[in-house]
């Protein structure tokens, strides 16, 4: 019954007329390719304020898990479409409402009816239609429709909320979709993001996709098992960023080499800022090679004894990009319930990986002039840290 | 009746032994101080891994909104305590619940005992207090109680939860306050903030101390009625962080003076980015000046034409200190809901200043090397930024 979807979008349509029309054909854009990666052919066509994407029906399902993770789309529904004509409209709304009311399988049925004129260009007002098609429905419902059940109007909290959305057609609903919000995926440039197997860096790479971000997800590998997990996690970020790409970086041997050249002269205590400044260096490279305008990590405040605000500045010194920290307000709790929400909780927890390297009593308070100095006893000896090439 | 408020807090727990101790007394402090500014006396001791706090009973809904507001709280309730006696916790039991009846004031209530050993000192366990209690309240209502009123045991849903905490002695209640969560301020260094008139900044500021970080707040002065708001914004913000100062700086001359030297050359579309960029710089200098270990902005994505990744980066080249943008991860609504939780919304709404430098065109993708060489132009012109005092 249901082969298209009106999907709404909120803050492009903010925008200026030029920015809103580039953003719709980006958004169209990553619809498509979210649809293709899971070989769903789909068209896509911009409405006033709305795109209508077409389906095959048995694909619906899937459509919908897909549409919910595509930043910029606000909300969504499966719509029967047809012409601005009332007792068209009437037909249809009568026809979506039935099948409703058979799947909810109940006796009493609370509703309302919510007309939204997107285009004012039909003859009655939104109030208008919502009475006439809550009569015409209460009216079948006494008369010839289905006898044992009873129809009562609920305008505020009905268990069906028959929708119609009068644009160049009308489009007649009763199921609105939430999605994730923010901007259309590759609106505003590309960011590289540090991503690791924990928690926190797949959260910091979703959240900068919903602000529009295309992303480079940048992993610095110290083990296998590692490295499986990042790449479980990267099929969970693709949902929401189609066009993400994930480069892998062999780092244990120039970890390895940190920690014991810092240990040889008692200064292993800085292991963590040392590798972390190293590791912002090769992100740097890594971001003016692929054309990103800023570096994000999952930076937070205050989870472990180490990460305090002066070792942010210590470990970031030195870095001309701008690094983004997006989880720097938010409380573990917060963070956690994003990553359950958006399904790395799960890879990120299933198996602990412990850094061989991280010392025992790593340094709280670090000096920045000290790290600097740390940094540059490390990198003499061990060459060019950016002469091994990306794994893929 | 209730003169004592017992405190919970949350991530402080996860600490080591030592740290813990240490948030403790910043925690303690921070909620002294909370206190003095509404001249409320009260006494505060810890317990095990609670607070417990003493006011005078006529103070107690003022003490409410006052810890609602503390970071590093996670919540909080007034009790009555007892000694470690179970005869003792019944008649206190009863005497909390009934009360709590009583404000109901309804024929029929739902309820249940919730127990918590916090310290394992007792002989009954948990589930051994709440079901003799849960009797004896039951038992009372059946014979000498209020005869009119019915009681049920409800334990998903209950309209009263009888809250039990056995730790030096029994704490009863039947409230529990949620408060902001995160850690104490000051527990985590300090931020320089920079500080408008807008919905953003203030936002910015709050998720900082929520997450431990003292601020010092500076706003670069354009306007009297700017000025005004930013005064009533940081009454509201001292409620999260009573150690919070407000630094202000006269930037109308600066502004004015970099608008029109670029009018001057036809480079009126730099004006935002050079403006920003010299904010940068003096927030920096006053960062360092207050030590600080970071600057604070409410920088965000996508909402007005010139907030591009890339114009992100052009401002913030070449500031060594780490910027810190809590809200880049945010949608404007997430942004507006806080504001509006925590206070500062209808101040920032209340009426719009628009800065008076903006061109008409600003730059969308501005390029770094013609920021850097314009700044410098307008500085050698303005000779030094700094010269110019606080104002407060």
Redesign the interface.
Same mark, same amino acid.
């Given at each position: 019954m249901f082969n298209k979807v009106l999907i709404r979008y909120? !803050?492009i349509g903010i %925008? *200026?007329r030029g920015?809103r029309r580039r953003f719709e054909e980006i958004l169209k854009n990553n619809i498509k390719l979210a649809l293709k990666r899971y070989e769903i052919e789909g068209n896509i066509r911009t409405l006033h304020r709305r795109l209508l994407l077409e389906v095959d029906d048995s694909n619906l399902e899937r459509v919908v898990s897909i549409l919910e993770k595509i930043p910029g789309i606000v909300s969504f529904s499966p719509v029967v479409e047809c012409n601005l004509d009332l007792e068209e409209i009437e037909r249809t709304a009568l026809e979506v409402f039935l099948r409703r009311v058979r799947e909810l399988g109940r006796d009493t049925v609370t509703f309302r009816v919510k007309t939204q004129r997107v285009k004012k260009n039909f003859p009655l007002t939104s109030v208008e239609v919502n009475r006439y098609i809550g009569e015409r429905i209460l009216k079948y419902f006494q008369g010839a429709g289905p006898g044992n059940i009873t129809l009562k109007v609920d305008l505020k909290n009905p268990e069906i909320t028959l929708g119609i959305e009068i644009i160049d057609r009308a489009y007649v609903f009763t199921e609105v979709f939430r999605g994730v919000?923010? =901007?259309p995926v590759n *609106?505003?440039?590309? &960011?590289l993001v540090l991503l690791s197997d924990g928690i926190d860096s797949p959260v @910091?790479a979703f959240?900068?996709m %919903?602000?529009?971000?295309g992303t480079v997800l940048l992993h610095l590998k110290i083990s296998e098992e590692g490295l499986e997990k990042v790449e479980k996690i990267y099929q969970v970020l693709r949902d929401y960023d189609p066009t993400s790409k994930l480069l892998v970086f062999d780092y244990r041997g120039i970890l390895k080499a940190i920690r014991e050249l810092l240990e040889e002269i008692g200064e292993e205590r800085y292991t963590c800022i040392v590798c972390k400044r190293i590791m912002l260096k090769i992100a740097q490279e890594y971001a003016k090679r692929f054309g990103c305008?800023?570096i994000t990590t999952g930076d937070? +405040?205050?989870q472990v @004894?180490s990460q305090? =605000?002066?070792n942010?500045?210590v470990i *970031? !010194?030195?870095i *001309?990009? #701008? &690094?983004?920290? #997006? =989880? +720097?307000? =938010?409380? %573990? &709790?917060e963070i956690v319930d994003i990553a359950k929400r958006i399904g790395t909780y799960n890879i990120s927890t299933s198996k602990e990986l412990r850094c061989f390297a991280v010392p025992r009593y790593p340094v709280t308070r670090g000096d920045v002039e000290k790290a600097r100095e740390l940094e540059r006893y490390v990198l003499e000896r061990i060459g060019d840290i950016l002469s091994n090439k990306p794994l893929k």
């Open positions: 909120g !803050e %925008k *200026s920015t919000g923010g =901007l *609106s505003q440039g590309k &960011v @910091a959240l900068m %919903k602000r529009g971000c305008e800023g937070n +405040i205050g @004894a305090t =605000l002066r942010i500045y *970031s !010194e030195g *001309s990009y #701008p &690094v983004f920290r #997006p =989880l +720097i307000g =938010l409380d %573990k &709790v």
